[in-house]
């Protein structure tokens, strides 16, 4: 199984993309693909999770900016990001937790909000 992460971007202060998580070949048993974003010189964290239980997980700094969705058949995983700001510039990427399995990363995508 493999993620691709697309959709990323230079968008100014206030704008918003949408990213999306390409997942190729079966995912389960699946437990949850999540959003994560690393800036330079900083930790990789957490942005938002969705479980295959239907739990949805944000990061403060992203409610009521971001929203995680995903198909029905779990073959992409979106996530929509509104007014977004500078600090939110970051390389973004999706991963993939299964039971009993290595997590699995994607390559990532660069969005860079400018000011």
């Known amino acids: 199984v493999q993620l691709q992460a697309s959709g990323g971007g230079l968008v100014q202060t206030g704008r918003s993309l949408r990213l999306s998580c390409a997942v190729s070949g079966s995912p389960f048993p699946l437990r949850s693909i999540g959003w994560y974003r690393q800036a330079p010189g900083k930790q990789r964290e957490l942005v938002a999770t969705?479980?295959?239980?239907?739990?949805?997980n944000y990061a403060d700094f992203v409610k009521g900016r971001f929203t995680i969705s995903r198909t029905n058949a779990w073959n992409m995983v979106y996530l929509q990001m509104n007014s977004l700001k500078p600090e939110d510039t970051a390389v973004y990427l999706c991963?993939?937790?299964?039971?009993?399995?290595?997590?699995?990363w994607g390559q990532g995508t660069q969005v860079t909000v400018s000011s």
């Open positions: 969705i479980t295959t239980g239907g739990n949805i």
């Open positions: 991963n993939m937790i299964r039971l009993e399995r290595p997590i699995v």
